[in-house]
């Protein structure tokens, strides 16, 4: 298993486009989590899943962020309508069950033009 | 409201010239303490887990402690590839997502 896996690793968009971002975890880690990392601050936490099940998403996360993990393996994250605030490196993680450290990708860095 | 602070935001040592960075935490009831190496434009690198206090970890030239408020990482003797971000992050209380601080940029210069 090469870690966790994600695609793109860049993406530029027009203000008001649509883009989806995958991330393959890895393979026997069943906890799958989304992080936003802006330039100077730490990871921003997103949303996790337990297998395919959505169990937190963030209050701060808009309506325009969706994520799914379809079969408890791969998952996706779109953002609808982008703003130019959307602008950040969006991180996958994984991790076994309870409370073990987490293993990132290499992140997806978005630019909204 | 759970918390980790982590100082100072930037460092610059002279190679050979040991320091330590450090991580406070505000959480109900510490689940464990994570730290991570970030380089530029690439995600964060595991590096120790921490559990208890008093507990210690040690890679290379890095040590990880951990304290009830307070964790610390030390690196002794470091070279120019140390230079990185470091950030630590702790599980929130009663769910399983992680809070991280906004770490501390550390520049070796040769």
């Known amino acids: 298993d090469t870690g966790v896996s994600q695609d793109p690793r860049h993406k530029i968009t027009k203000r008001g486009q649509n883009v989806t971002f995958r991330c393959d975890p890895i393979s026997e880690h069943n906890r799958l989590y989304w992080y936003r990392q802006t330039l100077g601050q730490g990871p921003e936490f997103l949303t996790y899943f337990q297998n395919e099940a959505q169990l937190e998403k963030s209050r701060l996360l808009s309506d325009r962020f969706s994520a799914e993990r379809p079969k408890g393996s791969f998952s996706t994250l779109e953002i609808q309508r982008t703003e130019q605030g959307d602008s950040a490196m969006y991180l996958c993680?994984?991790?076994?069950?309870?409370?073990?450290?987490?293993?990132f990708g290499q992140g997806t860095r978005l630019t909204v033009v | 409201e759970d918390q980790v602070t982590q100082s100072p935001e930037a460092l610059r040592l002279q190679e050979g010239e040991s320091s330590s960075l450090n991580c406070s935490y505000t959480v109900s009831g510490l689940r464990g303490l994570f730290w991570y190496r970030q380089d530029p434009g690439k995600g964060p690198e595991f590096l120790f887990t921490?559990?208890?206090a008093g507990e210690e970890k040690e890679k290379e030239r890095l040590k990880a402690t951990l304290t009830k408020k307070e964790s610390f990482l030390h690196i002794t003797a470091p070279k120019p590839e140390d230079s990185a971000t470091y950030l630590c992050?702790?599980?929130?209380?009663?769910?399983?997502?992680?809070?991280f601080g906004t770490g501390t940029r550390l520049k070796v210069l040769a």
């Open positions: 921490l559990y208890s």
């Open positions: 993680a994984s991790s076994l069950e309870g409370y073990t450290e987490a293993f």
């Open positions: 992050a702790v599980p929130h209380s009663g769910t399983y997502k992680y809070i």
